[in-house]
T-cell receptor
Framework: AQKVTQAQTEISVVEKEDVTLDCVYETRDTTYYLFWYKQPPSGELVFLIR??????QNEISGRYSWNFQKSTSSFNFTITASQVVDSAVYFC????????FGAGTRLFVKA | NAGVMQNPRHLVRRRGQEARLRCSPM?????VYWYRQLPEEGLKFMVYLQKENIIDESGMPKERFSAEFPKEGPSILRIQQVVRGDSAAYFC??????????????FGPGTRLTVL
């Protein structure tokens, strides 16, 4: 069975702190895609990253970075120097036509 | 290039009424997916359609829910005789034609359905 687990339900940090959102997945597929999405209070889904299972290089995009570790089936997301505008729910997802979403982690960044 | 469009963005219905949610995929996209997000939960797959075909509807409730993607026009998710438990955000996604294109799903802004 395919599954995505985001164990952290809510995280609260103070602005400028670094924060890591955890994601653990289960799949029997040898080729798969992993995603992170941001859902701000307005409710839409904002695509952040897509990662192919063959590409284990970590990726950095501005204040965002992702750590993909196939050996532990994890795809963690770090925000460096968090800002109030980062406050949102973040979803990790496992690709496929039935994209499997985790339950989400709600991040509060306080000024 | 316009993204995936959904309308209405907000829909209020009374119990027993019908709800019709529309999704216009991105230009050139022939695959459409519907997901439901219940309050405080992640998105759950409902149905995958290509033009005039339902490919997989394993996530659709057995009764009252139906979906179509006609040759012309938007994809429609129809909920008959709505109940309060249908209150949720419904997201549509589309992807281009091609073998593994489902890994390039682009999401619309969602329709928030409230059942009174």
């Amino acid at each position: 069975a395919q599954k995505v687990t985001q164990a952290q339900t809510e995280i609260s940090v103070v602005e400028k702190e670094d924060v890591t959102l955890d994601c653990v997945y289960e799949t029997r597929d040898t080729t798969y895609y992993l995603f992170w999405y941001k859902q701000p209070p307005s409710g839409e889904l904002v695509f952040l990253i897509r990662r192919n299972s063959f590409d284990e290089q970590n990726e950095i995009s501005g204040r965002y970075s992702w750590n993909f570790q196939k050996s532990t089936s994890s795809f963690n997301f770090t925000i460096t120097a968090s800002q109030v505008v980062d406050s949102a729910v973040y979803f990790c997802a496992l690709g496929g036509f039935k994209t499997i979403f985790g339950a989400g982690t709600r991040l509060f960044v306080k000024a | 290039n316009a993204g995936v469009m959904q309308n209405p963005r907000h829909l209020v219905r009374r119990r027993g009424q019908e709800a019709r949610l529309r999704c216009s995929p991105m230009k050139g996209h022939s695959h459409v997916y519907w997901y439901r997000q219940l309050p405080e939960e992640g998105l759950k797959f409902m149905v995958y359609l290509q033009k005039e075909n339902i490919i997989d509807e394993s996530g659709m409730p057995k009764e009252r829910f139906s979906a179509e993607f006609p040759k012309e026009g938007p994809s429609i998710l129809r909920i008959q005789q709505v109940v309060r438990g249908d209150s949720a955000a419904y997201f549509c996604a589309s992807s281009p034609p091609g073998g593994l294109s489902y890994n390039e799903q682009f999401f619309g802004p969602g329709t928030r359905l409230t059942v009174l």
